[in-house]
């Protein structure tokens, strides 16, 4: 259902802040309980809201590419879109949030794009951002594992994005 309401003034410092916050306030889903922990919190959009807030703390935000689509790489028509680009010393950097726990699926569109853009691009480098660390004992954490580990994807758990923050801020060019 969409319902419309009178029109309001924003002044925000950061656009991206202000918009990330309107779209939680607005269109996100309400958060469920599910076996004791919020369910939205394993989530691809939570994850990307958790990298873009390291990101903004540590003023690097704008300085990556925004949703890179892929169809330059790839064939024309493909849907999927990367989170964020970014140079570094010559090297075209990729990071894209993956949900280990609820859409798997995307380690794959991952591993099949990094593939394809290695083919046009010779000097590359892939980040997979995932909610938590894979678990040993978990096979679907080391299917994504694997797979990303095939394809050179570095694996960056959220509990480690402030380091991996601090360690991409003075490579970005």
């Not at 330059?72 to 680009?85: A, E, K, N, R, S």
């Not at 959220?158 to 601090?166: G, V």
């Amino acid at each position: 259902m969409l319902q419309s309401s009178p029109q309001r003034a924003l002044l925000g410092g950061d656009f991206d802040a202000e918009l990330d916050r309107l779209y939680r306030d607005y269109l996100a889903p309400a958060a469920r309980r599910g076996r004791g922990a919020l369910i939205i919190e394993s989530t691809r959009a939570w994850v990307r809201t958790r990298m873009n807030d390291v990101f903004r703390r540590h003023r690097i935000l704008g300085k990556p590419e925004k949703s890179i689509a892929v169809e330059q790489f790839t064939q024309p028509g493909d849907p999927l879109h990367i989170d964020y680009g970014y140079w570094v010393n010559g090297t075209r950097g990729f990071m894209h949030a993956i949900s280990l726990g609820r859409d798997p699926k995307q380690a794959k569109f991952l591993a099949f794009t990094a593939e394809a853009i290695r083919r046009r691009i010779a000097s590359t480098e892939f980040v997979g951002v995932t909610e938590e660390a894979p678990q040993r004992e978990n096979p679907r954490h080391q299917f994504v594992a694997r797979l990303l580990a095939e394809q050179s994807i570095e694996i960056v758990p959220l509990p480690q994005i402030e380091s991996f923050a601090e360690r991409l801020r003075p490579r970005l060019n």
